[in-house]
């Protein structure tokens, strides 16, 4: 029989909209990933979003630093300089942390670059994002090194295009690197499969998008326009409160 504890919940939602981040609040996130264009994968937000965001909210909001879309995750000197801008005018305008990451030619972490987004951060925390998942640097490894750097928090899909897929390796991560990394499981998280992420990782905190596909006002179908080759996705409130119960309903029983 596990021993009982005292479980603080932590649901991100990721969202690149006014719409999805309010909805993530009411249905009860604990805190927002905020990007545009999620469908590439979440690129740096306009600070006008963030702004109006942050005026509508009361919830953390960290703030995706990527200047380009590509899953090399390697920056030229130019791009570093516009992260590095951006942090600093996201940090002035009241972020509460960042999402970041960076690899070198080889595939492992880019560490100088790393600790120079630290350092700017500090002393908010940073979330190293899933440029983890396609690196070449042996995954335990790599997260000692990203603990080391000053990292708060990991977010991996475990290597695999969805947390469900990767969760042995999610699991051995937070075993890994119980007090000094937080490891949250992210990617194709869904109603129909986060108790068994968590019941297999003992994840105490998990990000999502609970997105549904946008319902327009009007028809938008011509030949280049429609929901179909071009579809708009809003995080849904009820999903997000659904994620929500099962995760409470899971770690109550070490209440």
Same mark, same amino acid.
């Given at each position: *029989?596990?021993?009982k504890?005292?479980?603080?919940?932590? *649901?991100?939602?990721?969202?690149?909209?006014?719409?999805?981040?309010?909805?993530?609040?009411?249905?009860?996130?604990?805190?927002?990933?905020?990007?545009?264009?999620?469908?590439?994968?979440?690129?740096?937000?306009?600070?006008?979003?963030?702004?109006?965001?942050?005026?509508?909210?009361? #919830?953390?909001?960290?703030?995706?630093?990527?200047?380009?879309?590509?899953?090399?995750?390697?920056?030229?000197?130019?791009?570093?300089?516009?992260?590095?801008?951006?942090l +600093?005018?996201?940090?002035?305008?009241?972020?509460? /942390?960042?999402?970041f990451?960076?690899?070198?030619?080889?595939?492992?972490?880019?560490?100088?670059?790393?600790?120079?987004?630290?350092?700017?951060?500090?002393?908010?925390?940073?979330?190293?994002?899933?440029?983890?998942?396609v690196?070449?640097?042996?995954?335990?490894? *790599?997260?000692?090194?990203?603990?080391?750097?000053?990292?708060?928090?990991?977010?991996?899909?475990?290597?695999?295009?969805?947390?469900?897929?990767? #969760?042995?390796?999610?699991?051995?991560?937070?075993?890994? *690197?119980?007090?000094?990394?937080?490891?949250?499981?992210?990617? /194709?998280?869904?109603?129909?499969?986060?108790?068994?992420?968590?019941?297999? +990782?003992?994840?105490?905190?998990?990000?999502?998008?609970?997105?549904?596909?946008?319902?327009?006002?009007?028809?938008?179908?011509?030949?280049?326009?429609?929901?179909e080759?071009?579809?708009?996705?809003?995080?849904?409130?009820? +999903?997000?409160?659904?994620?929500?119960?099962?995760?409470?309903?899971?770690?109550?029983?070490?209440?």
């Amino acid at each position: *029989m596990q021993p009982k504890m005292k479980i603080l919940s932590k *649901m991100e939602i990721c969202v690149d909209s006014i719409e999805s981040g309010v909805n993530a609040a009411i249905g009860g996130a604990h805190r927002l990933e905020l990007c545009s264009s999620l469908i590439e994968g979440g690129l740096t937000p306009s600070l006008g979003l963030f702004k109006t965001l942050k005026s509508m909210v009361t #919830i953390p909001i960290f703030v995706m630093l990527r200047p380009r879309g590509g899953y090399d995750f390697q920056f030229s000197d130019s791009e570093r300089k516009v992260v590095l801008q951006d942090l +600093t005018l996201f940090k002035e305008a009241g972020a509460d /942390g960042f999402v970041f990451g960076a690899l070198n030619a080889c595939g492992g972490i880019d560490v100088a670059f790393c600790e120079s987004v630290i350092l700017a951060s500090s002393p908010l925390p940073v979330t190293f994002h899933r440029a983890f998942d396609v690196a070449t640097e042996n995954p335990i490894i *790599m997260a000692q090194k990203i603990a080391e750097l000053g990292f708060t928090r990991l977010l991996t899909s475990g290597r695999r295009s969805e947390a469900i897929n990767g #969760i042995l390796l999610i699991k051995t991560l937070i075993e890994k *690197m119980k007090g000094r990394l937080i490891i949250i499981p992210g990617a /194709g998280i869904k109603i129909e499969n986060l108790k068994a992420i968590l019941s297999t +990782t003992s994840a105490h905190e998990f990000h999502g998008s609970a997105k549904i596909l946008k319902q327009f006002a009007y028809p938008i179908d011509n030949l280049f326009l429609n929901n179909e080759t071009n579809p708009v996705y809003i995080t849904h409130c009820e +999903t997000v409160k659904q994620l929500l119960k099962i995760y409470n309903d899971y770690y109550k029983q070490y209440e």
